[in-house]
């Protein structure tokens, strides 16, 4: 252990009000929210990676709340409240961001999402079109469109899909640039007087009458009177009782693609397989659901098996009878549970824990990490 000096205790950690874990979407959306709020609150997050390292600086960049099949499969095991609850918190959590960090430094753009479907999945495609009314009147009052989903199988030619025999566009979903947004989040949380510490690991918490103690790898011991758990995939290495558990994810992207047709979100297997644009690359992630033991880890790497099942995907369906060159893949972990709804509760008096953001953390991020701050308060 290097000891910390005395200037090191007085200029970095000497009364710290609140401590946040962790500066994905969820930290910093809750530091950005306490400084507004309470501008001379003395805020530090730690952070165990040289940048933000969980999913945050790591996801697809979707902008969206939930295709036909997703949301049909919520159903079966949710009430309609809950579900489309879930959904009205997911389109709000994205209004919020994108009010927060500006379309343009976000790169949002709107082309909207498409779920696909194979010829031997009609039957799955038929249920989702007899339901589709439905879910649109029910979204209609969230996203203000009247028909927020509709087939769009006139444009499987325009995009030069094979082995496609059908797609459903969501009009309301839109994409943006992850590492713009964390950076973006990042600049604003620092603007407003956040401090953030990088390449410190905290291994343990806990609370007392005097406030917060916390443990860090390299042998410090941090106070402050209260603190927020922001770690989502990670949170059961700080916090073993909770029911958030760990989720990779494996992602690929091409090298750029003269004249690439495909322009969009793009959503198949229940949002387990996804792919979009990223200029004129394709990005294409998921696939977990095929080798759930493999992947229920909190280890980032990649895997021979997701790699080829993707290659597969990539090279017979999506850019078939081209010879594409990936040039990159990388993992993110992600925090999931039995119900997709996040955890933010206390913990204790003075500890708060926000986690367990799923797959659609972009849009439910903001809302989380505000609700966590408003327990702090
Ligand atoms: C590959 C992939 C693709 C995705 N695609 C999308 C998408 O297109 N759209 C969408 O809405 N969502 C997507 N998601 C989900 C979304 O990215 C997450 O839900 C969201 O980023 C979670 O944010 P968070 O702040 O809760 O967690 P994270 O971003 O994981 O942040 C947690 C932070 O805590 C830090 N940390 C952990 N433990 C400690 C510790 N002990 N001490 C200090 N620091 C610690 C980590 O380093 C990390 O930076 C995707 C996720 C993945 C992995």
């Known amino acids: 252990m290097i000891q910390r000096s005395y200037w090191e205790w007085d200029t970095w950690f000497r009364d710290t009000d609140i401590i946040i874990v962790g500066s994905g979407i969820v930290g910093l959306s809750a530091a950005i929210f306490l400084k507004t709020h309470v501008n001379n609150l003395r805020v530090t997050i730690l952070e165990n990676g040289v940048l933000p390292s969980g999913a945050s600086t790591r996801n697809a960049g979707f902008a969206c709340f939930g295709s036909v099949t997703e949301l049909l499969d919520d159903l079966a095991q949710n009430s309609e409240n809950e579900v489309f609850d879930l959904i009205q918190k997911r389109w709000r959590g994205l209004q919020n961001l994108r009010q927060l960090a500006g379309d343009t430094a976000l790169k949002y753009e709107a082309h909207g999402s498409y779920e696909m479907f194979k010829p031997d999945e009609n039957a799955t495609f038929d249920e989702c079109m007899a339901q589709i009314n439905f879910l649109n009147k029910k979204i209609a009052p969230i996203t203000g469109e009247k028909e927020t989903f509709v087939l769009a199988d006139e444009q499987i030619p325009t995009f030069a899909f094979s082995g496609i025999s059908h797609l459903i566009l969501n009009r309301s979903e839109g994409q943006l640039h992850t590492g713009q947004m964390m950076k973006t989040l990042l600049g604003i949380a620092r603007e407003k007087g956040v401090q953030i510490l990088n390449g410190i690991k905290v291994e343990s918490i806990t609370d007392s009458s005097t406030g917060v103690l916390i443990h860090t790898k390299n042998g410090w011991e941090i106070k402050a009177q209260k603190a927020l758990v922001a770690t989502n995939g990670f949170t059961r290495r700080l916090l073993p009782d909770l029911r958030v558990m760990p989720a990779r994810n494996q992602v690929l992207i091409t090298q750029t693609i003269e004249n690439l047709p495909i322009k969009g979100c793009f959503h198949y297997d229940k ?49 078939p009878n081209q010879n594409v060159e990936i040039e990159r893949w990388w993992s993110g972990i992600l925090g999931i549970g039995e119900r997709k709804s996040p955890i933010v509760r206390h913990i204790s008096e003075n500890i708060v824990v926000a986690a367990r953001l799923g797959g659609m953390g972009v849009a439910i991020g903001t809302l989380t990490g505000e609700q966590g701050a408003r327990l702090l308060l």
């Open 271 to 319: 949002g387990y397989v996804y792919f979009r644009n990223v200029g004129k690359r394709i990005l294409l992630g998921g696939g977990r659901n095929r080798y759930q033991q493999q992947e229920s880890t909190d280890q980032f790497g990649i895997t021979q098996n997701i790699q080829d099942y993707l290659k597969k995907m990539l090279r017979e369906h999506i850019l």
